[in-house]
């Protein structure tokens, strides 16, 4: 479903499927700067998850990530995210 939004509707909001933990921390591991203050679109952060994935994102390539570089960069997203909710910005602050 990931890879078919990204593909038929790529200028969406990223938010139309990840929660802002999830694309904040892709956003942050893949770029290593600060997310933006508005999510950007589908179809940038579909490819910065493949990118965790193995997609290698040349400036010049065309072709949009597949099915199986997604899924496995899914499955970091997921780690990463559970890291940015539990020690990121936002993150509860630990009881002493």
């Not at 479903?1 to 802002?20: L, N, V």
């Not at 997604?70 to 936002?90: C, E, I, N, T, Y």
Request: a positive charge.
């Amino acid at each position: 479903m990931i890879c078919r939004m990204g593909r038929s509707c790529p200028d969406i909001s990223c938010e139309a499927i990840f929660e802002p933990a999830e694309w904040k921390s892709v956003f942050m591991a893949v770029r290593q700067q600060p997310p933006p203050s508005q999510p950007p679109c589908l179809e940038q952060i579909v490819r910065l998850v493949s990118q965790l994935g193995g997609y290698v994102n040349r400036p010049d390539r065309q072709d949009p990530p597949g099915v199986q570089t997604v899924w496995l960069g899914l499955q970091r997203m997921h780690d990463l995210a559970w890291a940015w909710m539990s020690f990121g910005p936002g993150a509860p602050k630990a009881l002493v």
